[in-house]
């Protein structure tokens, strides 16, 4: 990872001993200077893991571009500070003081939006292979899920406030007075003790939700197939029928829709209809009762109802 900066920005490279004490005694570092103040940027680079520090003393707000060239599965802790992070979609993810984040990011340019005062952020990344060991709890099967593909969506999942166990942990990490080789078993280790910390949260944020304790990644895998037919509009199995295609209970398959998509069966069914049904009417001249048909409703009576709940028009004024 590298950034951009904005015209005006001066960045120069510094090198141990540092008259900071935030600054990691053992890595050079990047002194970045602006209208805006100073950002102090730190990088540490190996094989198993990527440990990214930015301290920011802002006199006013100001933006840069953070570069990945390989997609990313991190840890990340903001300590202080108003930071903002914004994809290449334009989405804007505000990440707040005191909190643990975990992502996936993948290749590309994201914008660091900061705001005026202190500013402490550190990222750690690590193998996605670690995300697997979690993925029974739905949304880290989802960060999972897009790191395996290789997926160009991101997803940023808020776990926690930084605890005091994690905090102290971090600091351990980071400024470890060991030798290099040494050090990187060190690092390597508190890195562990990160994502069981992370495994401790999960749990206790999960712990009164029943569905998402109930869902293994076969589970997931499952819910997706039936959400893959349910999509298309000439497939008018029942709940009942697509339960028993992916082998699994009518109920415990409902609480999987709601849980990937936010709606219940009939409603995602609903939805594919009328989406079929507005590409029928603007692209075709077909009579009201021919689309209908097409769309699986018994009549033209019962397709402008469904219709109209949904769109808040009729299908006529729609086609207009």
């Known amino acids: 990872m590298h950034f951009l900066y904005p015209p005006g920005f001066n960045s120069t490279d510094i ?103 202190i500013h402490w952020a550190v990222q750690i990344e690590f193998p996605p292979f670690a995300l697997f060991q979690l993925a029974k709890y739905f949304e880290i ?5 897009l790191a395996d593909r290789d997926s160009r969506a991101d997803a940023l999942l808020y776990i926690s406030e930084t605890s005091n166990k994690v905090s102290d942990t971090i600091r351990n990490l980071l400024h470890c007075p060991l030798a290099a080789e040494e050090r990187t078993l060190f690092q390597m280790g508190r890195i562990m003790d990160l994502l069981v910390f992370l495994a401790e949260d999960i749990t206790a944020l999960y712990k009164d939700s029943a569905g998402a304790l109930k869902f293994t990644p076969d589970d997931i895998k499952a819910v997706q197939y039936a959400l893959d037919l349910q999509a298309d509009p000439e497939n008018t199995v029942t709940l009942y029928e697509l339960a028993r295609t992916v082998n699994m209970h009518p109920r415990k398959l409902t609480e999987g829709f709601r849980l990937l998509k936010g709606k219940t069966s009939r409603e995602l069914a609903t939805e594919a209809r009328i989406e079929k049904a507005k590409k029928l009417l603007s692209e075709t001249r077909m009579q009201i009762s021919e689309i209908a048909y097409e769309t699986g409703y018994c009549n033209s009576s019962a397709l402008i109802r469904a219709f109209k709940r949904s769109v808040g028009i009729s299908p006529s004024t729609y086609r207009k």
Not at 70 to 95: C, H, M, P, W
């Open 15 to 117: 090198q141990p001993p540092y008259e900071q004490g935030f600054l990691l005694p053992y890595a050079s570092a990047r002194h970045v200077t602006g209208p805006f103040g100073d950002l102090f940027t730190q990088a540490i680079y190996e094989e198993q893991y990527y440990i990214d520090l930015q301290v920011a003393f802002s006199k006013e707000p100001f933006i840069f571009t953070a570069v990945r060239e390989r997609q990313s599965t991190v840890l990340l802790y903001v300590f202080q500070g108003d930071i903002a992070l914004v994809n290449e979609r334009g989405r804007k993810r505000k990440l707040e003081d005191f909190s643990c984040y975990i992502a996936y990011l993948p290749q590309g340019h994201y914008t660091v939006e900061v705001g005026t005062g």
């Open 141 to 145: 099967f989802m960060l999972w899920n």
